[in-house]
């Protein structure tokens, strides 16, 4: 389970706010059964997932009893931490900063909930036939799209002819096995799969399949819809101007009301400004140059701690970093040589580098150790930092002479380590490169490409050794479905990871989606991260801290709430739902 903290800089450590229903009780309330966290994924025995609300509205955003009442109107500035690649749901890599723009435009069928899984949001209910091979999902009646058009069953049926070809929804697709979505009724229609999928509603929260856009203005003009993208939203895009700012405006015609009976969104207009430098961003916000700004870096959060007039609003989940390694090329396709790599990471001052010490913890698999699919036995298997061991290992491949990089025996191996140019990820990635080249073994060349560029360096497989960020809120099989998909069809298996060593991870992913089971799934899944571990396709330094850093006034960040009146996942991996802030007079 994650953990959300309210820091005040003015503040003591001990003095530090805890909101409401997070972490006051401690272990007890963190340490969720894994019994508990599915259940909330499917939604009850019947396995419904249905809106308990019902009706078009619902409450959310900012007036619990802490923040006061909300005020209505106002504008804001968002700094994001790199700007989005693209606004297409279906085809563009989306990160955090992309996620907290797209959400003021799209609405998602359905959305992170505070109580574990997830719940309708744009959809009304969601239900699987037991055999969980079909997923029959009613849309909430009355919704039209910002040009006007109504949102039916048609509408799902005709996104998934733009998502079959879409290059991130395709991935997701392949992953897991939908094959067509057809009309029950002018508001119902049914998700069908080739095989057994128990984390379809995951799919739909994520933005590739989840979020909802105009068909036929996404059909007319593919590259004109990014800068112009029409949702169900609670804002309307007013302009777009990539690397410099976005403005979205209210949608006055928006569906949802607060619990008061307040039209939402509170806020009139919302600026986004991509500011790269981690410093400056944080500058922004002290000088009131932007109101709010989000960070996925641990130095950050320490300095913003310690920074008056700001609060930081942190998130600790199920997201870990570190990075993987391209094991369809040389050398990283031998074992031996991701090892040693593995095992000569200096984790710790990996952490220190990134100004993580005393915030993250050192990480062997994707999930925390609050969470319910922490597994020990994953812990157990991970390299350990052996600078020998690694150099034993290493040692092994540089004098075999069948070695796959063709290179001399005896010879280095040259490694290739790319990160974007942050500092504390230029710090970080030295620390990596220092332990490897401590082994007399490994030559290694730091490159540096913007985020947006790494993501698609990712994606197209123009990589060697990546860092890059793994897990997330979600159920689980989300995510792993598509980082061991076949490497051929879906973007989502970074590694291209598969075969002989893949197969009994293959096998227990596969398992987990057969099933609801949740003793099933988490050894399952335990499996994957085994297996993950001995076969040293990533590597990890700490579990990502994420934050919004803000200005005194602004309010709401984690108090919005579902269309049923539950509370959201909060600020899961510094995706902000800035649809639920509001301005408090100062």
Not at 26 to 39: L, P, S
Not at 56 to 68: A, L, R, V, Y
Not at 163 to 191: P, R
Not at 539 to 554: D, K, L, N, R
Request: proline share 5%; net charge negative; glycine share 10%.
């Amino acid at each position: 389970m994650s953990r959300v903290i309210t820091h005040n800089s003015e503040m003591t450590h001990q003095g530090r706010e805890i909101p409401e229903n997070t972490t006051q009780e401690g272990d007890q309330m963190r340490k969720r059964t894994t019994k508990q966290f599915v259940a909330a994924l499917i939604g009850s025995a019947a396995l419904l997932l249905a809106a308990c609300g019902g009706g078009d509205g619902g409450s959310s955003g900012g007036g619990d009893g802490d923040e006061g009442k909300p005020v209505i109107g106002g504008s804001i500035s968002v700094g994001l931490e790199a700007e989005a690649t693209g606004l297409r749901p279906w085809e563009d890599s989306c990160s955090a900063p992309c996620y907290t723009i797209m959400t003021t435009v799209f609405d998602k069928l359905m959305e992170g909930s505070s109580e574990g899984g997830y719940a309708p949001f744009l959809a009304e209910s969601l239900e699987p036939n037991a055999e969980l091979t079909e997923w029959t999902l009613k849309l909430r009646e009355g919704i039209k799209f910002h040009n006007g058009v109504d949102v039916t069953s048609q509408t799902l049926v005709d996104m998934f002819e733009i998502q079959k070809t879409g290059a991130a929804s395709a991935a997701v697709i392949t992953s897991n096995g939908l094959t067509s979505v057809e009309v029950v009724d002018d508001l119902t229609v049914v998700y069908k799969l080739s095989k057994a999928y128990a984390s379809f509603p995951a799919d739909l929260e994520r933005a590739p399949l989840g979020m909802v856009f105009e068909p036929a203005a996404a059909a007319a003009d593919s590259e004109g819809f990014s800068r112009a993208p029409v949702g169900t939203g609670p804002f309307t895009m007013q302009t777009r101007d990539p690397d410099n700012q976005t403005v979205v405006v209210k949608n006055a015609d928006y569906w949802r009301e607060d619990a008061d009976g307040n039209k939402l969104p509170y806020l009139d207009q919302v600026t986004f400004r991509p500011i790269p430098d981690e410093g400056t961003r944080l500058d922004s916000v002290a000088s009131g140059t932007v109101n709010l700004a989000q960070t996925l870096r641990q130095a950050t959060i320490r300095d913003a701690r310690a920074t008056a007039g700001v609060t930081t609003v942190e998130f600790q989940g199920n997201n870990t970093g570190g990075g993987f390694f391209n094991t369809k090329k040389a050398p990283y396709d031998d074992v031996r040589v991701r090892m040693g790599l593995n095992m000569a990471n200096n984790q710790e001052a990996v952490i220190v580098a990134l100004g993580g010490e005393g915030i993250s913890a050192a990480a062997t698999q994707w999930f925390s150790p609050d969470s319910p699919w922490y597994s020990e036995k994953a812990a157990a298997a991970y390299p350990k930092y052996d600078i020998a061991a690694a150099t034993a290992k290493l040692k092994e491949y540089i004098d075999d002479p069948a070695r796959s990089d063709g290179k001399p025996v005896g010879s280095n191996i040259a490694v290739t380590l790319s990160c974007p140019p942050d500092p504390t990820l230029i710090a970080a990635m030295q620390v990596v490169s220092e332990g490897w080249k401590a082994t007399g073994l490994v030559d290694v060349e730091l490159t540096q490409f913007d985020q947006a560029t790494h993501i698609n360096n990712g994606i197209q497989d123009n990589t060697a050794a990546h860092c890059w960020r793994w897990g997330g809120e979600g159920d689980p099989q989300a995510g792993i479905a598509g980082f061991l998909a076949d490497p051929a069809k879906a973007v989502g298996n970074f590694t291209n990871w598969e075969g002989e060593s893949a197969a009994v991870a293959i096998a227990a992913k596969e398992e987990a989606g057969k099933t609801i089971d949740p003793a099933v799934r988490k050894a399952a899944f335990e499996t994957v991260m085994i297996e993950m571990n001995n076969n040293a396709v990533t590597w990890y330094s700490g579990h990502t801290a994420t934050a919004f850093i803000t200005q005194p006034t602004i309010k709401g960040l984690t108090s919005w709430t579902l269309p049923s009146g539950v509370r959201g996942v909060g600020l899961p991996g510094g995706e902000g739902r800035i649809w639920g802030v509001w301005v408090a007079a100062s």
